[in-house]
């Protein structure tokens, strides 16, 4: 039996009152997900554990069966995997957002929905103004930005502490910034490594944000952008950092693993696959927006499952349509993966011969009328040829509470996928 994740990010959400009261997955059109809950067997599972973020950090780390508690090193590290950077011990990464400040307050976490070169010029300017040598007789840089996707990208700090607190960007929307910059929080003393306190660092990442946003506001990029009245790209955003993460392999894991391929146009999960040994394979379009190569991902997933037999897909549209608040564009997210990915994968598999498990679920609730991160259970189903079906009709929050699998927590998931053989 082979195995197959589709993740729709951020899929679930709460009621809404304009859809009559439903979730967008009761009211959105997804006749695939619905067929494959009808014919195999639901649940919910808890992604998010006590005392964590209900970021997709968290809860895809966490429902590919790792201990949150043993190997949980923030965003940072894991994007730097994804990117190509191989961290140093005494190296602590971070994940940089360049966002959209005014009046005061986060307006957008993504900076307008930056594209990736157009990103890639103010990164190499940053690095220009503020990347700061360790002394003047040392050749290295106590700080360094690297250019990631999009929005999403990477600083580095060489001795910078993991032990402050940092508020996620997507979490703010319309609050002032000012009382969101980073906290120092107690710590051991790292005898290890020679690190800054955790004081240091806050004061660091602080004045670098400051900076950035004098820096930015007279870019030529943000200048065109305020002419054509569109939002400026016009400060740094650093958050959810950590050190060098030390992760056993999926196949390490399950035995029933002997390879693993993982698919998602975001650095994030590209880095959790890299620490759990899946290849990484990239697809020309996919942009981790609504306008992502749906189709491209699919072919890419039934590709892997020729020579696989552990496939992770993610789609990130539909959490990003959520923290824009725009519910029409969430629905459709939803019923683009419907149609023009799983329907497609199901279709293939169900011609061949080996037997192929399909799981569909997202990784946390961003709801539409929030706009953040919700760590409420998710809904999700598993099927595969000849699987005895639950009572379950249709795939929604709702209706997967009466799933055969009831609610599952954390590895539980991925214990319960991988025992079907």
């Known amino acids: 039996m082979k195995h197959i994740i589709i993740l729709g990010d951020g899929m679930a959400d709460l ?11 009761q009211y959105a059109h997804k006749p695939m997900m619905d067929q494959l809950a009808r014919e195999g067997r639901c649940g ?49 990464a971070i994940r940089c957002n360049i966002i959209t400040l005014a009046d005061g307050k986060i307006i957008t976490h993504n900076g307008g ?30 700080v360094k930005f690297i250019t990631g996707i999009q929005y999403r990208h990477l600083l580095v700090i060489k ?31 790292d005898t290890a490594v020679n690190r800054m306190t955790p004081q240091q660092t806050a004061d660091l990442i602080n004045e670098m944000i ?3 946003q004098n820096l930015l506001a007279k870019h030529p990029f943000n200048l065109a952008r305020t ?7 016009n400060s740094i955003w650093p958050w959810s950092g950590g050190y060098r993460p030390s992760m056993e392999t999926l196949m390490q894991q399950y035995p029933q ?19 759990a040994g899946l290849k990484i394979v990239e697809v020309p379009g996919a942009t981790g927006l609504a306008n992502t190569n749906y189709e491209g991902k699919a072919q890419a997933a039934i590709e892997a499952l020729k020579h696989d037999d552990f496939v992770f897909v993610h789609v ?8 824009d608040g725009d519910l029409d564009l969430k629905l459709k997210t939803i019923e683009y993966l419907d149609q023009r990915l799983i329907a497609p994968i199901y279709k293939e598999v169900e011609t061949w011969d080996e037997p192929v498990c399909i799981a569909v679920l997202p990784d946390h609730l961003t709801p539409v009328e929030q706009r953040i991160h919700v760590g409420q259970p998710v809904p999700f189903l598993i099927w595969h040829r000849g699987i005895p079906a639950d009572e379950v009709q249709q795939y929604d929050e709702v209706s997967c509470v009466s799933g055969y699998y009831g609610l599952l927590k954390l590895d539980e998931f991925m214990h319960a996928l991988m025992d079907i053989e």
Not at 46 to 62: K, L
Not at 117 to 134: G, Q, S, T
Request: proline letters at 8%; charged letters at 30%; glycine letters at 10%.
């Open 44 to 92: 919910r599972l808890i992604t998010v554990p006590e005392g964590f973020p209900p970021g997709s950090e968290v809860a895809n780390t966490a429902i590919l069966g790792y201990d949150l508690n043993k190997v949980y090193e923030g965003r940072g590290p894991l994007e730097a995997a994804s990117i190509g950077y191989e961290m140093a011990d005494d190296d602590f």
């Open 257 to 275: 693993v002997k390879s693993g391929t993982v698919i998602s146009a975001v650095d994030l999960i590209r880095g959790i696959g890299h620490y």
């Open 210 to 212: 400051l900076k950035s």
């Open 159 to 189: 001795g910078g502490n993991k032990h402050i607190v940092c508020a996620p960007p997507h979490d703010h929307p319309n609050e002032e910034w000012r009382p969101l910059l980073v906290l120092p929080e107690p710590c051991p003393v």
């Open 113 to 142: 929905n930056l594209e990736t070169e157009d990103a890639r010029v103010l990164i190499d300017y940053l690095n220009e103004k503020l990347a700061k040598p360790i002394n003047e007789r040392e050749g290295c840089e106590r």
């Open 15 to 25: 009621p809404v009152e304009r859809l009559g009261g439903k979730t967008l997955l």
């Open 227 to 233: 002419q054509k009245g569109e939002r400026q790209a």
């Open 316 to 323: 990130e549209a539909s959490d990003e349509a959520g923290h």
